[in-house]
């Protein structure tokens, strides 16, 4: 079995859902398992989903990183219907996006990525300090497919917290392996067909690597990966980013 084939969870109506557990930080550690699991929408959910989130993960916070027009298009989710904590962070503006000054030749993968930070960085930043609580459980992370917005999302946590740099965009380039089936599932349910070409939806690692690089460029210190400085200079607390290390690192 391959370390890909080990990453993935399997659910009835869930997918591209991995527990982030079993990385290695740079100072020999790894992350804790069944801290923090990241996926798709939870719209597909079914019962033996839900009961098993609950029942055996011990789900406590669930992270919804979707539009507040996604979010009102699917209707509350079976989890929160259980009773887990769901909250909604949105990480695009409301109308439009102003993208931040980059050269013209930026990506626009990376501008994206880049765009989510600086349009609302106040949702990223309390979305990671929700995380951060103490008694806040084991907790997932989603938006739509769970590749983009989750995808910058459990990146700049994992730099924060102090995971390898090439185990971070490891993670994240990981969805690429689910993006067939996720449109599967969707055009299986609207009747429309599959689309002829699915590459422009890939993730891709030289993306992510040019975001954290980025933000290593402008925030990091003393050999401190970005994102944590890059959390701090956008209000997170110094107790909150020790706690963030605490709850999601295996002593």
Not at 36 to 63: E, I, Q
Not at 94 to 110: C, F, I, K, N, Y
């Amino acid at each position: 079995m391959s370390a890909s084939t080990e990453r993935w969870l399997t659910f009835e109506g869930l997918d591209n859902v991995r527990d982030i557990g079993g990385l290695p930080l740079r100072d020999g550690r790894t992350t804790r398992p069944g801290m923090l699991l990241r996926s798709a929408s939870l719209h597909y959910c079914t019962p033996a989903d839900v009961g098993h989130l609950v029942d055996v993960v011990g789900l406590k916070l669930v992270l919804d990183l979707r539009t507040p027009r996604e979010i009102d298009e699917d209707g509350p989710t079976a989890v929160a219907r259980a009773g887990v904590e769901t909250v909604a962070f949105n990480f695009l503006p409301e109308q439009g996006r102003t993208l931040p000054e980059t050269d013209d030749d930026t990506d626009p993968l990376v501008r994206n990525y880049l765009g989510y930070l600086s349009d609302r960085g106040e949702n990223v930043v309390a979305a990671v300090r929700l995380l951060a609580e103490p008694d806040a459980g084991p907790a997932l992370v989603h938006c739509a497919a769970g590749k983009d917005r989750t995808g910058v999302f459990v990146a700049l946590v994992l730099d924060a917290i102090g995971v390898e740099r090439d185990a971070v965009v490891a993670d994240y380039a990981l969805s690429a392996e689910q993006v067939e089936a996720l449109f599967r599932r969707w055009t299986t349910a609207s009747g429309e067909p599959m689309p002829e070409d699915i590459s422009r939806h890939l993730p891709r690692a030289d993306a992510m690597a040019t975001v954290l690089a980025r933000l290593d460029a402008d925030f990091g210190t003393n050999g401190t990966g970005g994102a944590a400085g890059w959390l701090k200079a956008n209000g997170l607390d110094e107790e909150s980013l020790k706690r963030l290390g605490t709850r999601l690192t295996a002593d």
